[in-house]
């Protein structure tokens, strides 16, 4: 009786295993789809003679993230962004066992596939330095670095690039949690439209906030990238952009993680309690 019990005990220690390595494949394919789709169309923007425009950009972005969440919703549930994965083991919703394997999947996407883009636009990249006389790790290779990274705008504030990542966060967080909310009706039987809702609302943040501040709503959509640009010529400044304050560089890491946190607890505690206060 011991060994038969023994053996279902590790048999399901085993499926376990396989589901989070499964879960995990799904965050890294997810997130690294975002990451292929978004940085692909600042590539071709920059390096090639296709333009796109903020909206067109924007979009692409927005269309990236409503793509990868159909894609890996129905076995991971698509976090595809540390900040909403930490969000989730806070809030208690969330194995804490998953949390660090979820958020390396996540970045590790991220990173291998700035790594195809990089390979793929190798050529034009390469022709584009020598034409403009570009040398990686200078000031001069931040218009090339930005194609892949975030860098905030270094003519405000580090306190206010630190508030507009965060309240930008923050209002994704809370009309993420609410296209979810199963309490409301609508998207509890049109559940299929969400994915689309949620990368329209990336595209309408990215084209209000991008011209005050460029922001990532993401830790692993940036991390990624630029832990690549460090050891493929940009060095330290893949994470500095050549500003002193090296303090910039947390901004696109820690704003959306605060962000995040801040604005599940304002959908938490003032939004769902005040409905449910009111209709009692």
């Keep these: 009786?011991?060994?038969?019990?023994?053996?279902?005990?590790?048999?399901?220690?085993?499926?376990?295993?396989?589901?989070?390595?499964?879960?995990?494949?799904?965050?890294?394919?997810?997130?690294?789809?975002?990451?292929?789709?978004?940085?692909?169309?600042?590539?071709?923007?920059?390096?090639?003679?296709?333009?796109?425009?903020?909206?067109?950009?924007?979009?692409?972005?927005?269309?990236?993230?409503?793509?990868?969440?159909?894609?890996?919703?129905?076995?991971?549930?698509?976090?595809?962004?540390?900040?909403?994965?930490?969000?989730?083991?806070?809030?208690?919703?969330?194995?804490?066992?998953k949390v660090l394997p979820y958020i390396i999947s996540q970045i590790f996407g991220s990173f291998f596939f700035t790594i195809l883009i990089y390979f793929l636009y190798y050529d034009v990249l390469i022709e584009f330095e020598k034409k403009h006389n570009i040398i990686r790790g200078t000031q001069e290779s931040l218009n090339l670095a930005s194609i892949f990274c975030v860098y905030p705008n270094y003519q405000n504030s580090f306190v206010y690039d630190l508030i507009i990542e965060i309240f930008s966060t923050a209002l994704f967080m809370i009309i993420l949690l609410e296209f979810n909310n199963k309490k409301n009706n609508f998207f509890l039987y049109h559940s299929s439209i969400v994915p689309i809702l949620i990368g329209a609302l990336v595209c309408m943040i990215n084209l209000v906030i991008t011209p005050l501040n460029n922001i990532s709503l993401n830790p692993a959509r940036d991390l990624g990238p630029k832990i690549f640009l460090s050891i493929t010529g940009w060095g330290f400044f893949s994470f500095t952009g050549g500003n002193k304050n090296f303090l910039y560089c947390l901004i696109p890491l820690i704003g959306p993680i605060l962000g995040a946190n801040l604005g599940g607890w304002i959908h938490k505690k003032i939004l769902v309690k005040n409905f449910f206060d009111k209709n009692k």
């Design 1 to 97: 009786m011991f060994q038969k019990k023994s053996y279902r005990f590790c048999k399901n220690e085993n499926f376990k295993k396989k589901n989070i390595i499964k879960q995990c494949f799904f965050e890294f394919f997810g997130t690294g789809l975002i990451i292929f789709f978004g940085i692909g169309c600042l590539a071709a923007s920059k390096l090639t003679n296709i333009n796109f425009n903020p909206f067109e950009t924007s979009c692409i972005w927005g269309l990236a993230v409503s793509i990868s969440i159909y894609f890996s919703s129905s076995i991971s549930g698509a976090h595809l962004n540390p900040a909403v994965t930490i969000f989730l083991w806070l809030s208690s919703n969330f194995n804490k066992s």
